[in-house]
C-alpha cells in the first residue's frame, strides 16, 4: 500500500526522480542462486548491484588503469540507479523508505588507486538528492582486485522501510 507523502515527512520520492530525470530501468533477474533483496522486519538487504547502462551492458574497467574517479563516480551513480529500481520492484513504492541504513561500495580498482571513497560518493550522493536526510548512511568504500565482469563498482545497502 503506498505511503502518502505527509505520513512520510519527507520529500515525494517518485516526483524527486522525475525532477533530476532519472528513469528507474527495468529489475533484472540475478544472474546466479542469489535474490535481489531479503525483508527480515522492517529491514531490506539489498543484493550488490552494478552499473548497468540503459542501452545494456555495465560500465567496466579498473580505477587507476581504464577509468578516472569522475568515471568511477557516473558509475557509482548508475549502480544507485539501478539499485532504487531493485528496491522499488521488492517494496512497491520508494515512499515507504524510512531510511537508507548501510551501504557497501566496492571498486574494482588497481592497487595503487585510493580514492574508493570519492568514487562511491556517486552513490551516497544520489542517495542524499533523492531521500533527502533519509539518505544520509553508515557506509563502507573498499577497493577489489577485481569485480564480476570486470565491472567499475558494485553496491550493496541495507534500508529501513515504514
Same mark, same amino acid.
Given at each position: 500500500?503506498?505511503?502518502?507523502?505527509?505520513? &512520510?515527512?519527507?520529500?515525494?520520492?517518485?516526483?524527486?526522480?522525475?525532477?533530476?530525470?532519472?528513469?528507474?530501468?527495468? #529489475?533484472?533477474? %540475478?544472474?546466479?542462486?542469489?535474490?535481489?533483496?531479503?525483508?527480515?522486519?522492517?529491514?531490506?538487504?539489498?543484493?550488490?548491484?552494478?552499473?548497468?547502462?540503459?542501452?545494456?551492458?555495465?560500465?567496466?574497467?579498473?580505477?587507476?588503469?581504464?577509468?578516472?574517479?569522475?568515471?568511477?563516480?557516473?558509475?557509482?551513480? &548508475?549502480?544507485?540507479? #539501478? &539499485?532504487? !529500481?531493485?528496491?522499488?520492484?521488492?517494496?512497491?513504492?520508494?515512499?515507504?523508505?524510512?531510511?537508507?541504513?548501510?551501504?557497501?561500495?566496492?571498486?574494482?580498482?588497481? %592497487?595503487?588507486?585510493?580514492?574508493?571513497?570519492?568514487?562511491?560518493?556517486?552513490?551516497?550522493?544520489?542517495?542524499?538528492?533523492?531521500?533527502?536526510?533519509?539518505?544520509?548512511?553508515?557506509?563502507? !568504500? #573498499?577497493?577489489?582486485?577485481?569485480?564480476?565482469?570486470?565491472?567499475?563498482?558494485?553496491?550493496?545497502?541495507?534500508?529501513?522501510?515504514?
Amino acid at each position: 500500500m503506498p505511503v502518502a507523502k505527509a505520513q &512520510q515527512g519527507g520529500p515525494d520520492v517518485e516526483a524527486k526522480l522525475a525532477e533530476l530525470g532519472i528513469t528507474l530501468p527495468e #529489475v533484472s533477474p %540475478p544472474v546466479a542462486n542469489y535474490v535481489n533483496a531479503v525483508q527480515t522486519g522492517n529491514l531490506i538487504f539489498m543484493a550488490g548491484k552494478g552499473p548497468s547502462k540503459p542501452e545494456g551492458g555495465y560500465i567496466t574497467g579498473k580505477l587507476g588503469q581504464d577509468l578516472t574517479e569522475e568515471e568511477g563516480y557516473a558509475a557509482a551513480r &548508475q549502480a544507485a540507479i #539501478v &539499485q532504487l !529500481a531493485a528496491l522499488k520492484a521488492e517494496i512497491g513504492d520508494l515512499n515507504r523508505v524510512k531510511r537508507v541504513v548501510k551501504v557497501l561500495g566496492m571498486v574494482n580498482a588497481t %592497487p595503487e588507486f585510493t580514492n574508493h571513497p570519492e568514487v562511491i560518493n556517486g552513490f551516497s550522493d544520489l542517495m542524499v538528492e533523492v531521500f533527502g536526510d533519509k539518505g544520509r548512511h553508515a557506509r563502507a !568504500a #573498499v577497493g577489489m582486485g577485481s569485480l564480476p565482469r570486470n565491472i567499475a563498482v558494485e553496491i550493496e545497502m541495507i534500508v529501513e522501510v515504514e
